[in-house]
């Protein structure tokens, strides 16, 4: 099992956590997690269930981590969560 990854941003005057994590052997996905103001604003998630008997595990499930994190990071900074489609109540998954 990889450990997570946790990231505050700051972008326009407003502070955001980004934090990423494995679930395991048991639970095949890696989710990453978009928060501002404590409040989830988006989330993603990536089964693994396919690869759980690769030697090299470890190391896939940490790019696959490094990977997401990176691309809500991305997506975050390009402004997508700002736009209307994500307001409260409205879709909360990334693309």
């Given at each position: 099992m990889n450990f997570g990854l946790n990231q505050n941003i700051s972008l326009n005057g407003e502070v955001y956590h980004i934090q990423t994590e494995d679930g395991g052997r048991k639970n095949p996905v890696v989710t990453t997690v978009l928060f501002k103001n404590g409040a989830i604003l988006a989330s993603k998630?990536?089964?693994?269930?396919?690869?759980?008997?690769?030697?090299?595990?470890?190391?896939?499930?940490?790019?696959i981590m490094r990977e997401q994190h990176t691309l809500v990071l991305k997506q975050l900074k390009s402004g997508l969560f700002e736009k209307k489609k994500f307001e409260e109540g409205k879709d909360k998954g990334c693309p």
């Open positions: 998630k990536t089964a693994y269930e396919e690869i759980l008997g690769s030697e090299k595990l470890d190391v896939a499930v940490g790019e």
